[in-house]
């Protein structure tokens, strides 16, 4: 129990504290919760806290963006950067129309997924849940899957509204489905088994496509990997719209987690109905990231990992600040995944997915590994 | 990697015996008499074509001793029944005038297995090709596939014997440009015992080269050409395949220097070709000139110019003589208006022995 206590140094943190008291009501064993600060107070946290996350984000974020400006064809100085955001040449085309937006929705893309996690590992009490146990990025690459390959049977609408349909459909149709489900285990294993089951609809896709089609695989695994290569003002626009709005609920929804994060007794005992909270907290977590899935494809490792680095940063589960901070935490991700894509071996492109798992998700596999005694979930 | 040089003088007897017009034992063999060889200099071709005039075409026996791109070599006592594994094989089947042995026919298919004209379907389909049950039951000697590309390769050679083909583009080869294609027509035809019927398609083959340089001007030398896959991203063909060899050969053009993989649309942008085809596909695909409607492309000069023009699928980088044949007059057709020759039409009815840029060297 001695996991994760609060660290001594005026910062915030109520839910440990309390956990400590549940967990005691639940009859484990009665711990003084001034315990671990007493215990911690000799060695001094060097944890950044929420401010000292964000200002870290901020500033890799800003780097990232500077250099994703700056670098390309053409390479400009500051001073020509400044000159081309303002100006109507061809290298303010290139900055404003090529290299702005995908900044811009690496940003949505990755706060949204950030905040996703942190609803599906808290409401779940699962520290390994991510958005892909909803459904959602199988439904979305399934609808990909098949107008790549089937085009002839896919309905005349563009591939990312398809997707975002499809994606959907499958999150809500796995939504309903676990709606009976009171256990979160249970839940998560009726999700895992909803997204195989789309996953493998996907692969036997790709199995019987038409050998004629085989010059579009490279196109459907871009897909399926993630990448905002292809990213213009009026998807981002689209992407901002549809996602965005499910931030405020998210937050608003951080009380809601904290109780359910510490058992469904005592949610009950404080009046909560814990199998409907999740399913509205999932419900959340899909329209956080359903069109995120649709319009960049199924990102992964964001999700899961940047609720752990900010509780890592943190020192804290408390979902108000881990929610602030996962997607901070997740935006930068994706805005530095997004510059090494483009930038590592330009003029090709890789896609931003493949360094989310390569270059971000590695080190920060580590660093959950490390921080693991510290920071209790 | 290569047929022996004694197989090849034999390849090269069939050509100058049977007039590059075939051996008459029926097939698509009504080549063009002359082949303006666009590899070799004109003098080198007719010299080569003499020394091979007193050579019989039917001195090729059996048993015979072939090897494959990949080193392996194939003793024969018979003219081979061949399984096609690749499109590029049956292509070659429908130049040399035999139907395969066996070839998949997977349902829904729209091109690739089915390029059989005008020699028809063969005896036996198997359903896909990875029906590893029906090619081992095919009565054949063994599959014809281009050189191994990935670990499914290995898989299929345990259930039944491979020889391989060159494929430069998508295989490790020492041969470049279309020189594979003319070395996969020999590769074949002496599996089949029609060395003849092979020359005719090389010269054919060659003559379709010579005849898209009727066309060339410095202008269109110096134009620069992309071909960009069924992708929303600019996604582009590498230029060491058989048509940007042939292409640049004819003088009408010239492929972007490109690896493969998909483009940053800024750099496609500072590269501007001058011509774009749009891998557009045979059903219908979401990509097209009509449908891309990037930032990028309405800035494009290929675009702004007219162009820019759907093309079918796969037809620019695979897989044999007779697509490529299709691919250079399709080229023409929209590359060169002011040619005069009519697009190709569908590749499953498209006979290379008709094409006018055979009228044209």
Not at chain 1, 153 to 180: E, F, K
């Amino acid at each position: 129990m001695s996991d994760g206590g609060p660290d001594g140094e005026g910062r915030d943190r109520p839910t440990a504290r309390a956990r400590y008291r549940y967990r005691s009501d639940d009859g484990m064993t009665d711990v003084d919760t001034s315990a671990p600060v007493s215990a911690r107070a000799e060695a001094p946290d060097r944890r950044p806290g929420l401010i000292g996350l964000l200002a870290g984000c901020a500033a890799i974020v800003g780097v990232c963006t500077a250099l994703q400006l700056m670098i390309g064809e053409p390479t400009l100085s500051p001073g020509e950067l400044i000159a081309a955001l303002g100006g109507e040449r061809e290298a303010s085309f290139v900055v404003k129309e090529l290299r702005s937006p995908r900044i811009v929705a690496a940003l949505v893309v990755g706060a949204t997924l950030g905040c996703a996690g942190v609803l599906m590992q808290d409401s779940l009490r699962n520290p390994l849940a991510d958005p892909s146990l909803l459904g959602v990025a199988q439904g979305a690459s399934l609808a990909v899957a098949i107008t790549t390959f089937y085009p002839a049977l896919a309905p005349p609408v563009p591939r990312p509204i398809l997707a975002l349909v499809c994606g959907t459909a499958a999150g809500l149709l796995v939504v309903l489905v676990t709606g009976r489900l009171r256990d979160a285990v249970r839940l998560l294993l009726a999700g895992a088994v909803a997204s195989s089951f789309f996953g493998t609809l996907t692969a036997l896709v790709i199995f019987f496509a038409p050998s004629d089609r085989a010059g579009s695989v490279a196109g459907y695994q871009r897909f399926a990997i993630g990448s905002l290569s292809t990213m213009e003002w009026e998807t981002v626009w689209r992407l901002a719209l549809w996602s965005l709005p499910a931030i405020p609920l998210a937050f608003a929804a951080a009380r809601v987690l904290n109780v359910l994060k510490i058992g469904d007794d005592v949610a009950a005992n404080v009046g909560l109905d814990p199998g409907r909270a999740r399913i509205v907290l999932m419900a959340i977590a899909m329209a956080l990231v359903a069109p995120g899935y649709a319009f960049a494809g199924p990102i992964a490792f964001v999700a899961l990992l940047a609720p752990h680095i900010t509780r890592g940063a943190l020192g804290s589960s408390d979902a108000r600040p881990v929610l602030v901070g996962a997607a901070a935490v997740g935006a930068t991700q994706m805005v530095a995944a997004d510059g090494l894509g483009r930038l590592l071996l330009f003029p090709s492109e890789i896609p931003a997915g493949v360094w989310t798992i390569g270059i971000a998700g590695l080190p920060a596999l580590y660093y959950v590994g490390r921080v693991r005694r510290s920071v209790s979930w | 990697m290569r047929v022996s040089v004694v197989l090849v003088a034999f390849a090269l007897t069939a050509a100058s015996c049977g007039g590059g017009g075939g051996d008459g034992d029926g097939g698509s063999g009504a080549a063009p008499a002359t082949a303006p060889a666009a590899e070799a200099a004109p003098d080198e071709a007719a010299e080569e074509a003499t020394d091979v005039e007193a050579a019989d075409v039917e001195a090729v026996e059996f048993p015979l001793t072939v090897t494959d791109a990949v080193g392996r070599e194939v003793t024969l006592d018979e003219p081979a029944r061949i399984g096609c594994y690749w499109s590029g094989c049956t292509e070659i089947h429908a130049e040399l005038g035999v139907a395969p042995g066996a070839s998949p026919v997977p349902a829904g298919t729209s091109s690739d297995g089915v390029f059989y004209f005008p020699v028809g379907p063969p005896d036996y389909t198997v359903t896909a090709f990875n029906d590893f049950e029906g090619w081992s039951q095919a009565d054949i000697n063994f599959l014809v596939n281009r050189g191994p590309q990935s670990p499914d390769d290995a898989v299929v050679e345990q259930f039944v014997d491979v020889f391989y083909l060159h494929a430069p583009g998508l295989t490790d080869t020492d041969l470049t440009g279309y020189e594979a294609h003319s070395e996969n027509l020999r590769l074949v035809g002496l599996l089949l015992g029609k060395p003849a019927e092979a020359e005719a398609a090389v010269a054919r083959m060659e003559a379709a080269i010579a005849g898209l340089a009727a066309f060339s001007t410095p202008e269109l030398a110096d134009r620069s050409f992309a071909y960009l896959f069924n992708d929303e991203g600019y996604r582009v063909m590498t230029d060491d395949t058989p048509f940007c060899a042939a292409i640049a050969d004819a003088g009408v053009g010239t492929c972007l220097p490109l690896s493969e993989g998909e483009l940053n649309a800024e750099a496609f942008l500072d590269l501007d070709p001058d011509v774009i085809a749009v891998q557009a596909g045979l059903d219908g695909s979401g990509f097209t000139t009509a449908t891309r409607d990037d930032p990028v492309w309405e800035r494009l000069s290929a675009v702004q110019n007219g162009t820019a023009y759907d093309s079918d699928d796969r037809l620019y980088w695979c897989c044999g003589s007779r697509s490529l044949i299709w691919a250079l007059q399709d080229f023409a057709a929209y590359a060169i208006p002011d040619s005069g020759i009519p697009a190709p039409g569908p590749i499953r009815e498209f006979d290379p022995t008709t094409s006018p840029l055979l009228q044209q060297g």
